[in-house]
């Protein structure tokens, strides 16, 4: 269908383009229009007919400015759908591991951190995930400029935490350790240590530790002395879940860790290094 516009559809369209708004609720479209819910439903479907609106989920739109043509070609970035599903939210685990570039792994889905429970959505065929995150824990993100749009993204300390958190939203135990690896030479260890403070959940960080030593990563000794003392008293705590890998292995210290996955699943053959402790020169006393 042509993109036309009525004077009602113009009214709609101008406000939203004066406004730089990128996207529009019902409940807004009615308000614009001064109309009823049955009007307004009726307005947004012509919208989206002639190409002017994307619906992304019942009651909620994006505009196709007319900058996208007299075709309306709908933005193909999926993180910028994606923010506009939920708020507050930030884009984590496998999404924001494969944005700070820490695994090879191509997702078929994307994953949004956010403090209430959703069901999954699809939009333009992209399954979107939703990660429940508790209010103390929503921390560890920025803005960051995804093919030109602004979006909520965890940073590369949080992304790693995330994916030991949940391994099942970063491609799987195997995947995950290799994720450490990757990241191990890009971390801003102040950053790291300041999330693990505030994380409050040992399995995380002992996890994160037993991965750092099997690859033998750059660790500063004193970061690595402050992970030992974040997890010092910890209960054991099994690598891979139970249901997967089962009960039995051996326990790694000063982790406490249960080693109950193979090492070939951990541990590529290309995945060879050598961890080099950094000693950092005391102070002289002043």
Same mark, same amino acid.
């Given at each position: 269908?042509?993109?036309?516009?009525?004077?009602?559809?113009?009214?709609?369209?101008?406000?939203?383009?004066?406004?730089?708004?990128?996207?529009?609720?019902?409940?807004?479209?009615?308000?614009?229009?001064?109309?009823?819910?049955?009007?307004?439903?009726?307005?947004?479907?012509?919208?989206?007919?002639?190409?002017?609106?994307?619906?992304?989920?019942?009651?909620?739109?994006?505009?196709?400015?007319?900058?996208?043509?007299?075709?309306? &070609?709908?933005? $193909?970035? +999926?993180?910028? @759908?994606?923010? %506009? #599903?939920?708020?507050?939210?930030?884009?984590?685990?496998?999404? /924001?591991?494969?944005?700070?570039?820490?695994?090879?792994?191509?997702?078929?889905?994307?994953?949004?951190?956010?403090?209430?429970?959703?069901?999954?959505?699809?939009?333009?065929?992209?399954?979107?995930?939703?990660?429940?995150?508790?209010?103390?824990?929503?921390?560890?993100?920025?803005?960051?400029?995804?093919?030109?749009?602004?979006?909520?993204?965890?940073?590369?300390?949080?992304?790693?935490?995330?994916?030991?958190?949940?391994?099942?939203?970063?491609?799987?135990?195997?995947?995950?350790?290799?994720? &450490?690896?990757? $990241?191990? +030479?890009?971390? @801003?260890?102040? %950053? #790291?240590?300041?999330?693990?403070?505030?994380?409050?959940?040992? /399995?995380?960080?002992?996890?994160?530790?037993?991965?750092?030593?099997?690859?033998?990563?750059?660790?500063?000794?004193?970061?690595?002395?402050?992970?030992?003392?974040?997890?010092?008293?910890?209960?054991?705590?099994?690598?891979?879940?139970?249901?997967?890998?089962?009960?039995?292995?051996?326990?790694?210290?000063?982790?406490?860790?249960?080693?109950?996955?193979?090492?070939?699943?951990?541990?590529?053959?290309?995945?060879?290094?050598?961890?080099?402790?950094?000693?950092?020169?005391?102070?002289?006393?002043?």
């Amino acid at each position: 269908m042509e993109r036309s516009l009525s004077k009602n559809e113009a009214k709609v369209i101008l406000d939203l383009e004066w406004r730089g708004q990128a996207t529009l609720r019902l409940a807004e479209l009615r308000q614009t229009l001064g109309a009823s819910e049955s009007y307004a439903r009726f307005l947004a479907h012509k919208l989206v007919q002639k190409g002017w609106l994307e619906r992304l989920r019942p009651g909620l739109f994006r505009l196709v400015p007319a900058a996208r043509g007299r075709e309306g &070609v709908a933005d $193909a970035n +999926p993180l910028a @759908a994606g923010a %506009a #599903l939920v708020s507050p939210y930030f884009f984590s685990f496998g999404t /924001a591991c494969t944005h700070h570039g820490l695994t090879e792994q191509v997702f078929s889905e994307v994953y949004i951190a956010c403090r209430k429970r959703r069901r999954p959505v699809v939009v333009r065929g992209k399954r979107y995930v939703f990660v429940e995150v508790p209010r103390e824990r929503f921390f560890g993100f920025a803005e960051q400029s995804v093919l030109g749009e602004p979006v909520q993204m965890a940073t590369l300390e949080r992304s790693l935490l995330d994916a030991l958190d949940r391994p099942q939203h970063a491609g799987g135990l195997g995947e995950v350790s290799r994720v &450490v690896l990757r $990241a191990a +030479p890009r971390v @801003a260890w102040p %950053a #790291l240590l300041d999330l693990a403070h505030r994380w409050q959940a040992a /399995a995380v960080l002992q996890r994160l530790g037993f991965l750092l030593d099997l690859h033998r990563a750059d660790v500063p000794a004193d970061v690595r002395s402050e992970l030992v003392e974040l997890t010092r008293g910890a209960s054991r705590v099994r690598l891979g879940p139970r249901a997967k890998w089962g009960f039995a292995g051996k326990l790694v210290q000063p982790w406490t860790v249960v080693e109950n996955v193979p090492r070939e699943v951990l541990v590529s053959a290309t995945d060879q290094g050598r961890r080099r402790v950094v000693f950092r020169p005391k102070r002289a006393a002043e």
